[in-house]
């Protein structure tokens, strides 16, 4: 680990958390705007879903070639599992109540989406745990 305070963040980790926050800002615009979820903002919600699959099946290829991280495993597979389901859920919402708020919510889950990939990285790297606990 360098010195650096973002040295923890790898290439799909920045790609999750800058595409997570670019589909958090369309969202919101369009819900701001008072738009329904449409194609855009489903499409890019469906997208990120499948970006947050792939980081997740990475993260367990990553354990089952024996490496492990820093931080504690359940912790780690708590946030992956959370961002596994949040874009599902939302997706689920908007189809389900199509209203401007539906796309906030889209917005929302992916901006936390965004947060969470980070906070992964940082358990890996065992970057802000508390020592002896």
Do not use: F
Request: proline share 6%; net charge neutral; hydrophobic share 55%.
């Amino acid at each position: 680990m360098t010195s650096s305070s973002s040295a923890y963040l790898d290439g799909p980790t920045i790609a999750l958390l800058v595409g997570g926050l670019v589909v958090a800002g369309v969202c919101a615009i369009s819900g701001i705007n008072g738009r329904p979820p449409g194609r855009l903002t489903l499409g890019l919600t469906c997208l990120m879903q499948a970006a947050v699959t792939a980081y997740c099946v990475w993260y367990l290829a990553r354990q089952l070639g024996g490496d492990s991280p820093a931080g504690p495993t359940w912790e780690l597979w708590a946030y992956l599992i959370t961002i596994l389901l949040l874009p599902v859920l939302a997706i689920i919402w908007a189809r389900e109540e199509p209203s401007r708020w539906s796309t906030i919510v889209l917005a929302v889950a992916a901006g936390v989406v965004a947060v969470m990939a980070a906070r992964t990285a940082q358990i890996w790297a065992g970057i802000g745990l508390v020592p002896g606990a």
